[in-house]
């Protein structure tokens, strides 16, 4: 790994811009570099092809990156000659925990090759898909697969698998593909903000320079990148062991919703899906793989660098296997791949949120700034799992069992479905609400039907910045401006400082 020269620690912020790099990139070989966020680098390509994770990189245009591991990989005989110089990003320059140098290298070993193999064969089947629903009425129903492919993408906690699902989606987009990208993994912001799980058709290019490198969620203005328009349900923590049991209601009706998008649109139907997941590899996470499999109907389980893993979903999974409804597929991991520090994952998901609010250095956005009085809103709380089960040990033995006439229990059966998933916050304090990101539901604050609450998608979010409890108002931060929907609000546990 090498420093950049001429970079200078900082003394002078404002001259500090380092000196242009030049980098040839051999074919099938990969150039990795991680640029941390007090830095920013401004990549061009001068010759050939370079793709990040999928995406070409413009010719002879300058991009800008910050607070990121990537690499360029170059795909075609030709190579790729890049030049690189680095000026610091005054920002972050705060930052002490990093130091401020770009590090990067040339690797030859890379599994692309193989991730390559794996879109072929997964186009294989989405022409299959495209032919049978051409000739619906004409082929054996029974033996012709009428969707895409569905795949799903399992591992370690960081071993690519977002990585792998960009590549995928990046190469289906290529060959005129529309796959929904569905994102498992909350602790990510994939078109929407972390404490989220999404899904999201893929009819255009990602945005490499925006944080993350998805793109533009649906803010205000107009954006460089085609808005994607992604189906967003609220799950309010970013670690799904923090609430598992709404985790797992959600990723099921994110299932049902995704399922039913695919049967709307037919170029959607013939692309299929790529699920990324959490990292999901113990025994101990098999319920939750089990899940997702269901739910979205998957037909393609891809395990990367999990020897263990591939045989024991394999055990699994043996009738489904032997009947051919489900392949099991292993990847290998890419030595690219870096473990993420908490703080660097941390930072990225604030970053996340500031560019929902604000955009970015392309285009900035002028958040919306209002007040608003507490008690005309009714707000929801993700309950903290541990804590649930702490507070059900308080009730006195026997309770929960006591019987009830069926008219009235059916009535507390149905106020009973949401205490393990949500609870009303009544005390609209500053602890409660403070910092917080706020998801604006679809549902009207008159209606409590819990099931609705549970099953409603997420409109926007909004920001509380500051509480005044005496006056009983918050300054609430939004993406648009105009007249704040009065629809039920969830205080999400995904907190944000301005
Ligand atoms: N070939 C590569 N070269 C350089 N960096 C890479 C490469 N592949 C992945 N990375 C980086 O490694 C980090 C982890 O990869 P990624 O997010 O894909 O893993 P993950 O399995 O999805 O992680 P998590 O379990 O946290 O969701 C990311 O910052 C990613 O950009």
Request: proline share 5%.
């Amino acid at each position: 790994m090498s420093s950049i020269p001429g970079f200078n620690g900082g003394d002078n912020i404002e001259e500090s811009s380092s000196q242009p790099i030049e980098i040839e990139i051999p074919y099938k070989a990969e150039w990795r570099f991680e640029v941390p966020f007090k830095t920013i680098m401004k990549l061009t390509v001068l010759e050939g092809t370079g793709e990040i994770f999928g995406t070409e990189l413009p010719s002879n245009v300058q991009v800008q990156f910050s607070g990121v591991k990537y690499s360029v990989y170059s795909p075609l005989p030709d190579g790729c000659k890049i030049s690189y110089f680095s000026v610091p990003n005054k920002e972050n320059y705060n930052i002490s925990s990093e130091d401020g140098e770009i590090s990067e290298y040339i690797s030859e070993e890379t599994p692309m090759e193989q991730y390559l193999n794996l879109h072929f064969a997964l186009e294989l089947y989405r022409q299959q898909a495209t032919l049978s629903n051409l000739n619906n009425s004409n082929i054996d129903q029974q033996n012709s697969k009428k969707l895409g492919p569905k795949v799903l993408i399992v591992g370690n906690q960081q071993s690519g698998k977002t990585t792998l699902a960009k590549i995928l989606s990046s190469y289906a987009y290529k060959m005129d593909r529309v796959p929904i990208l569905v994102n498992l993994n909350p602790q990510d912001g994939c078109f929407a903000l972390p404490g989220s799980i999404t899904s999201t058709p893929i009819s255009d290019s990602f945005d490499l320079q925006s944080i993350n490198g998805w793109g533009s969620t649906l803010t205000s203005g107009t954006t460089i990148h085609n808005p994607k328009q992604p189906l967003v349900k609220n799950y309010g923590f970013t670690k799904i062991q923090e609430n598992l049991e709404l985790y797992k209601y959600q990723v099921s009706k994110l299932g049902v919703a995704t399922l039913s998008r695919l049967e709307d649109d037919l170029s959607i139907k013939n692309s299929g899906l790529i699920i990324d997941t959490p990292g999901l590899s113990s025994k101990d996470d098999f319920l939750v793989i089990e899940n997702i499999v269901s739910d979205f109907e998957v037909d393609i389980i891809v395990v990367i660098g999990n020897e263990r893993l591939s045989i024991d979903l394999r055990k699994k999974f043996k009738h489904k296997l032997a009947s051919s409804h489900l392949e099991i597929l292993k990847v290998h991991k890419s030595g690219g791949v870096v473990e993420l520090e908490d703080s660097f994952i941390r930072k990225t998901q604030e970053d996340t949120i500031k560019e929902y609010f604000n955009g970015d250095y392309r285009i900035p956005l002028s958040p919306f700034k209002t007040e608003i009085e507490l008690k005309n809103f009714v707000f929801y709380k993700p309950v903290e799992l541990l804590e649930y089960m702490s507070s059900l040990a308080f009730l006195p033995a026997g309770d929960s069992f006591t019987p009830e006439t069926s008219e009235a229990s059916e009535v507390k059966k149905e106020d009973n479905a949401l205490t393990k998933y949500y609870n009303e916050l009544t005390e609209k304090t500053s602890s409660n609400l403070e910092n917080s990101i706020i998801a604006i539901t679809q549902v009207s604050d008159n209606n409590k039907s819990p099931r609705d609450l549970l099953n409603t998608c997420v409109l926007g979010y909004a920001h509380i910045s500051k509480v005044d409890e005496t006056k009983g108002k918050a300054k609430i931060l939004l993406p648009f401006p105009g007249a704040f929907p009065k629809n039920i609000l969830i205080s999400t546990n995904v907190k944000y400082a301005e």
